[in-house]
């Protein structure tokens, strides 16, 4: 779990920025991978929250 919130943090921070955006969208989608492995509903939503704050 610790490593899920850590990459989902480390993923969020180049998403505020236009220039690294594309960096960090990996790095949420191995958290989400990992989350899903590991059945972590709430990170998955978190995570998904993020995501869709990014599109719009």
């Known amino acids: 779990m610790q490593r899920v919130l850590l990459d989902t943090a480390y993923g969020h921070i180049p998403l505020s920025d236009a220039v690294?955006?594309?960096d960090g969208l990996?790095?949420?989608d191995q958290a989400a991978q990992v989350a899903r492995q590991y059945r972590l509903s709430h990170e998955l939503r978190g995570i998904a929250g993020i995501r869709r704050g990014?599109?719009?």
Do not use: A, F
């Open 26 to 28: 990996p790095v949420l």
């Open 20 to 22: 690294t955006r594309n």
């Open 54 to 56: 990014q599109q719009g």
